[in-house]
Structure formats: C-alpha cells, structure tokens
C-alpha cells in the first residue's frame, strides 16, 4: 500500500528490518483499540512511503514525525497524539525525553572536531543536525564540510569508513544498532551527546479529525500498556507512552528555535 493508493498509517522513522513485525504488532493493536472507539484506521502499518512525503499526505491516518519539522514546517497543520518514552540508557529530565550521541572514531575532544567532516542524516533532522549544532555551540549550520547520508544508520557508516569525521547519532537508533547490529558500531566513539528533547512526535495527518486525538491517544496508551504486548515493548524498547500536544513541542524546543532556526 503507497500513500497513493487509499488511507494508510507510517511509523517509519526507525524503519530498521529487525524492528518492523514489532511496529506492526503494536500498530495493530493501537487500531484495533482506535476503531473500537469510533474512528477509522488504516488497516496495516505502511513500510514504502518516505516519512517526509507522509507528514502532509491527505491519505495519512497516523504517523510519526521529527521534532524539528513539527515546530518549524508542520506546526499546526498536524494533531500531535504524544510520543512513546524509551528504554534509554540514561534517563532525561522527563520520561520522554531523549539525546543523541556524537560518535568520532577517535576518543578526541569535541573541540578538535568542530569543523570537521560532518555526517548528517537531513538539514530538518532535530537529531541529526540541530542537535550536532547546538553540541558544538555552532548558530545554524556547520561551518565544515557536511554529508548528507539520508539515515542515522548511513551516518554511523560515513563516520566508520572515514567518509565523514563526526556525527550526531539518534539515540534509539544506536541503541537498537548496539543490541541488535553491535559490528556496524565498531570503531566508534561515543565523545559527547546533544541536548535533552522529547522524542519523535507520534500524529494524526493533517485531513484527520483533530477530534479524534482522545481517541487515539486512550488506543496508543491502551496498546502500550497491555501485558500482551510486553515481547513487543521489549523489541521497541518502548516503556510507556506520553500523551503530549504541539506546546509541549513547542514550548521543549523554544530555546533550540532561537539558537538554530534559519527562518
């Protein structure tokens, strides 16, 4: 199914292979629960659509986002239902808070490589760009060379292979990599980290009944919380979920938006 095709739901932003039976899982049960309710779900979780092309497809039912482009592209064209807490490995200011990691293959200061060759997954990436700017105290873009990789996971590879020096690395995707793929980490250097932010915004697409968010948010909280999807929680590494809306977005990022935004 393609965004093309009819309504469809995306949870693509950790599109690992190893993670995708278990999004699918949870997505189900999280409709089942939406339907149950009274508003309509897509049936399956859609794997073939680029996140960026679903954020504002008029065929989105839910999906998930970034960060920066709901603060700064998106804003309220979208409904944030919330997003999931994670099991990371150190625990921010508050349960759905998250930071990157800033990797190097040399356990070198950061000052040593504030201009260096950067790996960068997308220029609107809050984990991948502004989150590298703001670790290294730069305005609103990198004053050395920049690669753009298209994934955190190309990222770690650039960085690896000596295609780029520094990177700033979504902290689930390196956790999933560090459990799951620990070889493509080898080499690596963890030297610093990016600031605290909440994680990936979990939507309603923009043609869906804003009304519908207490609905969704009752099936996502519902759905996380089952004892049955425990083996699936355990593969996500999803501990909860928080309801939250576009201020709390706004509000978390504000300090970020005065320091990096470019318009």
Sequence with gaps: MTSADAAYSALGMYP???LRSAWGDLYAAMAARAV???VAAAEVTSWDVDPHDSWLDPHLVLGMTCGWPLVTALREQVTVVGTFAYDVPVPGPLSHHYRTNIVARDDVAMSQLAG??????????LSGNISLLDAFGHGTSWPGEVMVTGAHVAS???VRDGAADVA??????????QRDAPETLEGLVVIGHGPWVP???VILGSAVDPADVDVWRAAVTAAVRDDAMASVRKILMIRDFAALDFADYATDLADLLVRHRTI
């Excluded at 979504?170 to 990599?177: E, L, P, R, V």
């Design 199 to 201: 994680c990936l915004p």
């Design 16 to 18: 690992l292979p190893q």
């Design 116 to 125: 260096a060759r950067a790996a960068v997954n997308s220029g609107d990436s």
């Design 168 to 177: 700033s690395i979504d902290g689930m995707t390196w956790a999933y990599q």
């Design 36 to 38: 149950a309710g009274g």
């Design 156 to 158: 770690i590879a650039a």
